[in-house]
């Protein structure tokens, strides 16, 4: 078990941009969950995964904003035409069935300038 | 719909003094509570977790919370302080039952003076 783990761990891109990052759960974990952490403020939901279903999408996501997980394995959030107020944490967790309680990545840390 | 309010954005306890983090939560059905632990520029670590049966919860790193259903409260605890408690923590509730979304509160930065 090697934990959660998201690429990059710090992303610079210039506005407008599209970017993607990856996140590689615990290989027993069949649901998988894509927050976002704004500086001072507690993560906010934006998607979640069972298997390579995405059952939940939160009105966070907008149309910039695009999730997959192929194969029920790794997950990519890909967001498009980034702008100044994309920048924040991206954290992925990833749970098993009946288990409750996530285990997170390290985030990948988000900066458009 | 579930929400959770954590009291005192910033706490300061002097190394070896109790440390209390509040949590209030708000919810129509019983919830499931969740303390995590988020060290700077890192993910967040579940330090506990309260889902049935007794409502004095103990966690990793000496930390204990006491679900209290009739103060809609999950404070966390721990007897003394330690220099490596500085972090921010974060109280957390979904519904019960199959999937049901975590939703985390604005979280508790805790400074631990020497």
């Known amino acids: 078990d090697t934990g959660v783990s998201q690429d990059p761990r710090h992303k610079i891109t210039k506005r407008g941009q599209n970017v993607t990052f990856r996140c590689d759960p615990i290989?027993?974990?069949?649901?998988l969950y894509w927050y976002r952490q704004t500086l001072g403020q507690g993560p906010e939901f934006l998607t979640y995964?069972?298997?390579?279903?995405?059952?939940?999408k939160s009105r966070l996501l907008s149309d910039r904003f695009s999730a997959e997980r192929p194969k029920g394995s790794f997950s990519t959030l890909e967001i498009q035409r980034t702008e100044q107020g994309d920048s924040a944490m991206y954290l992925c967790?990833?749970?098993?069935?009946?288990?409750?309680?996530?285990?997170f990545g390290s985030g990948t840390r988000l900066t458009v300038v | 719909a579930q929400s959770v309010t954590q009291l005192g954005s910033h706490v300061s306890v002097s190394e070896g003094a109790l440390v209390l983090l509040r949590c209030n939560y708000s919810?129509?059905?019983?919830?499931?509570l969740f303390w995590y632990v988020q060290y700077p520029n890192q993910g967040l670590q579940l330090l506990l977790k309260?889902?049935?049966?007794?409502?004095l919860v103990k966690g990793i790193n000496g930390f204990e919370a006491e679900f209290k259903k009739s103060e809609t409260s999950f404070h966390l605890t721990k007897p003394s302080a330690h220099m490596s408690d500085a972090a921010e923590y974060f109280c957390?509730?979904?519904?019960?039952?199959?999937?049901?979304?975590?939703?985390f509160g604005t979280g508790t930065k805790l400074q631990v003076i020497p």
């Open positions: 919810s129509s059905v019983p919830p499931y």
């Open positions: 995964f069972q298997n390579e279903a995405q059952l939940e």
């Open positions: 957390a509730v979904s519904g019960t039952g199959g999937y049901q979304k975590v939703t």
């Open positions: 967790a990833s749970s098993s069935q009946g288990n409750y309680g996530y285990t």
């Open positions: 290989s027993e974990h069949n649901r």
């Open positions: 309260y889902t049935t049966g007794a409502t």
